[in-house]
T-cell receptor, first 115, second 112 residues
Framework: EPEVTQTPSHQVTQMGQEVILRCVPI?????FYWYRQILGQKVEFLVS????????KSEIFDDQFSVERPDGSNFTLKIRSTKLEDSAMYFC?????????????FGPGTRLTVL | AQSVTQPDIHITVSEGASLELRCNYS??????LFWYVQSPGQGLQLLLK??????LVQGIKGFEAEFKRSQSSFNLRKPSVHWSDAAEYFC??????????FGAGTRLTVKP
């Protein structure tokens, strides 16, 4: 069964460093999403991406964040200069184009620790 | 704007007892509703979803949920809880092509 994959599973970085979180969505999906879950808190929407552009973003998704689909398979989230409060679990999700159902398939997440 | 409320932060039930986790949503149109389960340090696993049709939906692991439009609720139920059900449960709402909004979660503890 196809699934969304994410790498790395755990990333440790120093404050101020740039990190790139990678996701490989399900191959025939064309809508992509990033969510964040700070430890012990709820899952929060960051950004949605379709047709090579951001379709919606939350207030969390400020200028420090960017997303990219560098090739036909990867979908990345970049944090330019990490802050302590960026420590969280980051989930990627994807959805089929044309689906009348908003069923997003989630990856296993990347745990980001900023020291 | 769409939102989800899970009134119970933490619930403890005895193994074998029945379970109901509450979820209330706010959404302007017909919502798509979901329940996810998350074990510690793990990702999100979809338990069940409601899009249309029968308001009582069956999911994996013996879970079910009932959509009640009049109460804006989508409560999750299980007739007999197993120790392995201990986890965090998230209710979520979404509309077509939109992002999903998650509730704050309910942590389930199962007593032996």
């Amino acid at each position: 069964e196809p699934e969304v994959t994410q790498t790395p599973s755990h990333q440790v970085t120093q404050m101020g460093q740039e990190v790139i979180l990678r996701c490989v969505p399900i191959s025939n999906h064309l809508y992509f999403y990033w969510y964040r879950q700070i430890l012990g808190q709820k899952v929060e929407f960051l950004v949605s991406f379709y047709n090579n552009e951001i379709s919606e973003k939350s207030e969390i998704f400020d200028d420090q964040f960017s997303v990219e689909r560098p090739d036909g398979s990867n979908f990345t989230l970049k944090i330019r200069s990490t802050k302590l409060e960026d420590s969280a679990m980051y989930f990627c999700a994807s959805k089929r184009q044309g689906s009348s159902y908003n069923e997003q398939f989630f990856g296993p997440g990347t745990r980001l620790t900023v020291l | 704007a769409q939102s989800v409320t899970q009134p119970d932060i933490h619930i403890t039930v005895s193994e074998g007892a029945s379970l109901e986790l509450r979820c209330n949503y706010s959404y302007g149109a017909t919502p798509y509703l979901f329940w996810y389960v998350q074990s510690p340090g793990q990702g999100l696993q979809l338990l069940l979803k409601y899009f249309s049709g029968d308001t009582l939906v069956q999911g994996i692991k013996g879970f079910e949920a009932e959509f009640k439009r009049s109460q804006s609720s989508f409560n999750l139920r299980k007739p007999s809880v197993h120790w392995s059900d201990a986890a965090e449960y998230f209710c979520a709402v979404g509309g077509n092509n939109n992002d999903m909004r998650f509730g704050a979660g309910t942590r389930l503890t199962v007593k032996p």
